[in-house]
């Protein structure tokens, strides 16, 4: 199935002919978990064979990402299933509601929580099983969750705001951040000083936590869709435009100032497509992004960018990079994936 | 799996108790050959473990902050694009709506949305429609109105329980209601699934194959402009008056809907007719419902066709004219509380 393209070896290519949900390295930061529209997941290791398709779900996954364990993933799919799959492909169904949807999935390994959510609840399960499932409700359905680098809150976006739940304790009650219109995926920044929703719209909201600030980042074409903090949290780099928009997050939040963008011009890969998947790498100051042309860039603002690959059949929808940032891998909406290997 | 179509959705709307479930059931079992994808918005009506069954919120949200024509349906965006997702699994999608839903949100969602644009089709809003309550329920309700003026296709549903003149007058009370749908008598909802889906109704290019009436000469349609039938409980209490059986007469209140037709034998200027319906739509789109119009352009040898739903719309030319001789112009607009005659002039100001 595998096979070297022509014009570099350092690509390798399957067709799982199923859309991409989801790319997601697991915890022990090596194994990549690709979930397909097609309820399978495929597993891509340095070490292993050809990836098998591994059924997960009588339908879609919907949601994908690394477990708490550190060789793990976590699939929600429209046949209501949150199941863990490990890197040997071995499934356990955590938790099953009939005739839902499991639409958004997060978990943390210090934190040692696994949170899934359906329409308006989300759940927040004890890795260890110590503790009961934690109900917590929100006014419309759950457009995004994400737990803060420390482990300690938990964000779930919605209509109107995001509310903010303390892991630790069993508040009744969430922190409300307000802004009107609809927030879909959510993020922290590294460091846990900035929350950012892509929004319905054509823009981004965030909050700069320390004292509510909102920040309003727009102008762009299309909906964002993908966004990615980069290492140190110096920019939020994002999709939706026909570059790669870049927000400063240092020295206050980017607040007054204009992004930096790069990927276009003298590549001309992007033709005007937007982009529609951006990936930060983990130990260099480089980002990977995919367009709704199946084009792969890779660069950074204010160095010279290069292409991975020029148009292809089909929009990119999901990409991850390993922790050692030497492989990334990409899929797209026709089950397109390609292994990008940057090792010597 | 690399399938570019647009999936075509089709939107169904009703009361509780017209039949719609009856309906959704149907299209769910019977051997037609194609696979639909079934939103719903209460999950245990349907009495059919389907995986392609789905449950919605109807979560009406406002975008751009609040724009009435921006007014969507955020759970059926979020759900569209999960189907998405498994886009080979089936040949199309249907939309239950509740009983109580203003259309407008729905349809919108289907123009307003750039991925759910992308990748989904409205195909038509089809509205079921009790033969025996229908009266009532426009009485009672304005929402019910709506449903009716918004549909592509009404299924005037349980035929057998009224009387044939009571028919003929609930039929007459639907036209005026809304010109250009096509109204199909069903008993138990059983109609041949191609009059209901894969219809194209917002299609442009089918818009005059749907309406094979739509261009006929204005007798067709003076049966509601000049609807004579008088019966006591007409007025303006309505809504109160809870026997009221018979409302005929929607000419004599303001609030209701009703339709408007605006026509011409000289050919339009194009530019000057595009500056003034965007003024229309922007002015007064919040009560027009839908328009539709056939048009004949100076210059342009095809037919221009023109549709909104509320301020969002869509024209371009679509194929030739039927008859060299026959290149009537007509604009029809459906809303409440419009001015005749204030569309009129704007529209025969639009004469090259």
Request: charged share 25%; hydrophobic share 40%; aromatic share 6%.
């Amino acid at each position: 199935m595998a096979s070297n393209t022509p014009d570099s070896e350092r690509l390798k290519t399957w067709s799982f002919d199923a859309f991409v949900v989801g790319i997601s390295v697991a915890g022990n930061g090596r194994t990549f978990g690709v979930a397909l529209g097609d309820g399978t997941v495929r597993i891509v290791d340095a070490e292993a064979p050809e990836p098998a398709p591994i059924t997960v779900h009588n339908g879609a996954c919907l949601s994908f990402a690394p477990d708490a364990t550190p060789d793990a993933f976590l699939s929600g799919g429209d046949d209501g299933k949150l199941v863990r799959i490990n890197a040997n492909g071995e499934l356990t169904t955590l938790a099953e509601t009939k005739g839902k949807w499991v639409e958004q999935v997060t978990a943390h390994a210090g934190a040692n929580v696994r949170v899934y959510a359906i329409g308006k609840d989300a759940y927040v399960l004890d890795v260890k099983g110590k503790k009961e499932p934690r109900k917590i409700s929100h006014p419309t359905t759950v457009g995004g969750l994400a737990i803060n680098a420390k482990g300690k809150r938990l964000a779930a976006s919605h209509y109107n705001g995001v509310s903010l739940w303390w892991l630790a304790t069993q508040d009744s009650k969430p922190q409300e951040l307000d802004w009107k219109g609809s927030h879909l995926a959510v993020t922290w920044s590294p460091d846990g000083d900035y929350l950012i929703t892509e929004m319905q719209e054509n823009a981004l909201h965030g909050w700069r936590m320390s004292d509510g600030q909102h920040m309003r980042m727009s102008g762009y074409g299309a909906k964002v869709r993908s966004m990615s903090f980069s290492r140190r949290g110096v920019v939020l780099a994002t999709g939706g435009a026909d570059t790669v928009i870049c927000w400063p997050f240092s020295g206050g939040g980017p607040m007054g100032k204009a992004p930096l963008e790069f990927g276009s011009g003298p590549m001309n890969v992007s033709d005007g497509s937007p982009v529609t998947a951006v990936s930060c790498n983990p130990k260099r100051d480089v980002i990977a992004a995919g367009f709704a042309n199946g084009a792969l860039v890779l660069g950074n603002p204010g160095v010279r960018s290069v292409a991975i690959s020029g148009a292809r059949k089909a929009p990119v929808t999901a990409m991850a990079w390993n922790a050692a940032g030497d492989r990334l891998l990409v899929g797209d909406e026709a089950g397109e994936v390609v292994l990008v290997d940057f090792r010597e | 799996m690399s399938d570019t179509r647009q999936v075509p959705v089709t939107v169904l709307t009703g009361f509780l108790g017209a039949g719609k479930t009856t309906l959704l059931n149907r299209v769910l079992t019977e051997n037609h050959g194609k696979k639909y994808a079934v939103i719903v918005n209460e999950f245990g009506e349907i009495g059919i473990d389907n995986d392609l069954v789905v449950g919605a919120d109807e979560e009406v949200f406002e975008m751009n902050n609040g724009c009435i024509c921006c007014t969507v349906r955020g759970d059926l965006i979020r759900i569209l694009g999960a189907l998405m997702k498994r886009r080979d699994k089936f040949d199309g999608i249907l939309v239950e709506t509740t009983g109580l839903a203003d259309p407008s949100p729905v349809a919108q969602t289907f123009f307003t949305d750039d991925d759910v644009r992308k990748k989904t089709m409205l195909d038509a809003i089809v509205t079921v429609v009790d033969a025996k309550h229908v009266e009532q329920r426009l009485a009672d309700t304005e929402t019910a109105d709506d449903q009716i003026a918004f549909a592509d296709v009404i299924l005037l549903n349980k035929t057998d329980l009224v009387s044939k003149e009571d028919l003929v007058r609930v039929e007459k009370r639907l036209r005026g209601l809304n010109p250009f749908a096509t109204i199909c008598h069903t008993q138990r909802s059983d109609i041949a699934l191609d009059k209901i889906l894969d219809r194209g109704a917002f299609d442009l290019n089918r818009v005059l194959a749907l309406d094979p009436d739509f261009l006929k000469d204005e007798h067709h349609h003076h049966h509601h402009d000049h609807d004579h039938v008088h019966d006591e409980h007409c007025g303006h209490d309505h809504g109160h008056d809870h026997h009221a059986d018979h409302h005929n007469d929607e000419l004599t209140h303001d609030e209701d809907i009703k339709s408007i037709s605006v026509s011409t034998d000289k050919p339009l200027d194009q530019a000057k007719f595009e500056a003034w319906i965007n003024d229309v739509l922007m002015t007064y789109g919040q009560q027009i419902l839908r328009t539709k119009g056939i048009l004949n352009m100076a210059g342009a040898k095809d037919r221009y066709v023109f549709q909104a739903v509320h301020m969002v719309s869509d024209a371009g030319l679509a194929g030739a004219w039927p008859s060299k001789d026959n290149r009537r112009s007509r604009l029809v607009f459906i809303g409440r509380d419009l001015d005749k005659a204030l569309l009129e002039r704007g529209f025969l100001a639009s004469v090259a």
